[in-house]
Every structure is written in C-alpha cells, then in structure tokens.
C-alpha cells in the first residue's frame, strides 16, 4: 500500500504529521507532497523540522499568486505526479486551495480521497475555506472527521463518501506531544511577557484583513485593553497594515509568524486569545485559554457552545466587551475537551479506518 499525504501549509503540517507517523509505525510507503502554498520559511518549512517530518518527496513550489493560480497549477502538477506515483490512496488535510486542488486532481486521476478534518462547517460562504470543504467532502472516498458534529454534517448533506469516521482531531495529537517542549521553552520570558498577564493575536483571513476599516477597528480595539498584547503578524497582514498605514498601539507588539513550539508556548502563558484563525481557536481551548474570535461565524462552534470562546466580530465595542465577559470564564468549562475532539489518538484511529478501506480496495500485489 501506498499513500500520499498532500498539504501545502502550516496548520496543514500539524495536522499531518502525527498521521504519516502512524502510518509509518504499521509499515505502511508513505509520502509527503508539499505544494508550497505557504512558501514562507517561517509557514512552512521550519514546522518539517520541528515536527519531524523528512524531506517531502516532491515540492510543487506553487508559491505566491492567485488563488486560481495556485489551484491551476496544484492540479496541472499533481496529475502528472500520480502518473508516476500511483498512490493507492491521497489523504489531504483542512480546507485550503491546496486541499481543494489535491481533492479534484484525484478525482480526475482516479486516486481515492480521504479527507481528513471533514464535516466542518460556518456556514459563511464568503470564506475560500467554506467552499473548500465542501467540495471536498463531496469528492472523497473516505471522511475523517474530527467531532460527533462534524459527523452529523457530512451526513445531513448526504455525501456520497464510501465511509463517514469519527476519529477526533490530529491537531490534538500534535499538540500533547509537544506541550512539554513548549512549556519548558518559557516563550513569555522570551518576549519579556508575564505569564498570565498579556493576550496573545493572530489575524490572516481576507474578510478582515483586506478590508482597511475592519482591520482598523481590531487594531485600534487591541490597542485599547489594559493588558500588552502579542500580535503573531501573517505576511499577508503585515503587508496590509503597511499599505493602509495603520500604527499598533504601544501596547502591541508585532511579532514575526513563529515556530509552532513557541506559538503554543504563548498561548498557554497568555490570559487570553483573540484569533480569526480555525486553528487557534482549538489550540486556546485545548490550552484552556479563552478566546475572542473575530469573525461572525465560526467551524468549531462546539467550543463556543462549551463556553470556551465567545464571536466579537471586528467591531471595537464588541472586541472590548468580548474582554471584559472572558474575565470571568471558568476554567471547568474547558473540561470537555476530550469528549468533543477524541483523546489524542486520532492519528491512530484515522490510519486504521484508511487501512480499512484499502484492504477493501487494494488488489494483492503479490
């Protein structure tokens, strides 16, 4: 058996690595294409190396573009890789246009799709990443999902998916095995912060940060809090606060992205979080640091039904009030987290339900 494991950027790394480490401890050949969506070196391949990843074996170096650009050329790249390679089966993580672009250069190769993270839904058709997964999971073979939830989605929508799997979420996995080395590295001492005493940001998505007035209102409503804030600046949005000339308070500090290591470190030593990515929004209440999440939806609406987040949106007032409710956040209402997300094991149970579908599908080769 053969599988190819496709991501191209950094929350797709994370969720990956824990599976190809699976996969390798029972035996199964197991690739990794890297598409270099994210062609930074700060998201994409510091994170091989911190999570032990190898080389990937091939890198189709899509780079900076459009996003039908980069979905052009994924497909026109990975179609005649699978000529050569002949996975037997691609597993793609997330909801990126590099997940999207694996997805339909399978399906017109004729490679079984697992998609794993399936199921998760906003509802907000503006984001790229709403559309992705759904044509994602309409066009897989196998769904890995990461909630009970996530299932309960992907079958209202009657998927015509072979098989629909609970397997809990990889991010998980990947966050237990290195919170000790995360902890032990004191990012906060690193950034002359006090545990406890500051928020930590991130902020990437085009509905807020290509929009001069949104982003003005975040920037001008973090500057406001009592407390510093850590801002873990994306390349596209510090591009965007120079081009609409926007000045961080005095009590924001504009970091470069970081390591995946440090990014945890901060989170578990910050008093809270404000984020619009899917990403951080998981690791703050696995950590079981409050968030604000700033959009108006949101794809893990199980964490704010438990109480761990609550939606501000972009606007000040809300972001400001947002502050003041995460003040009195139990820390019990974290307690959930394992009966939403699965134990840390869902790398394991994710290649055991693929190894079951190739055994349905895969020929003796001997």
Known sequence: MKVSIILGTRPQIIKSAPVYEAFRSKGVECEIVNTGQHYDYEMNRQFFGELKLPEPSADLNVGAGSP????SEIIRSLGGLFE???????????????????????SKSGVPLA??????????FRMAEEINRRVLDHTSDLLL????GCVRNVKSERVLAKAVVDVGDTMYDSLLKLLPRAVAADAPAKHG????????????????????????????????????????????????????GLQPAPNVELLEPLPYIETLGLVEGSQMVITDSGGLQKEAYWLRRPSMIARETTEWGEIVKAGGAILV??????????????????RKQFAKSRLIFGNGDASQRAVRAALRFLRGRVPDRN
Do not use: W
Not at 84 to 106: E, F, Q, R, Y
Not at 115 to 124: A, V, Y
Not at 313 to 330: A, F
């Open 84 to 106: 050569k390679s002949k996975p037997d089966l691609a597993l793609v993580p997330g909801d990126t246009n590099s997940a999207l672009a694996a997805g339909i250069a399978c």
């Open 68 to 71: 039908n650009m980069q979905v």
């Open 193 to 244: 912060l006090e545990k406890g005493g500051y928020v930590f940001m991130t902020m990437h998505r085009a509905e807020t940060v290509d929009d001069r007035s949104a982003l003005g209102r975040v920037m001008e409503a973090v500057g406001s809090l009592p407390l510093p804030v850590a801002f873990s600046v994306h390349p596209r949005t510090r591009a965007r606060i120079r081009e609409f």
């Open 313 to 330: 949106g972009t606007e000040g007032s809300r972001i400001k009030e947002g502050y003041r409710r995460l003040q009195k956040v139990d």
């Open 115 to 124: 998609h794993l993270e399936s199921g998760c839904r906003s509802g907000d």
């Open 145 to 148: 999902c990461p909630t009970p």
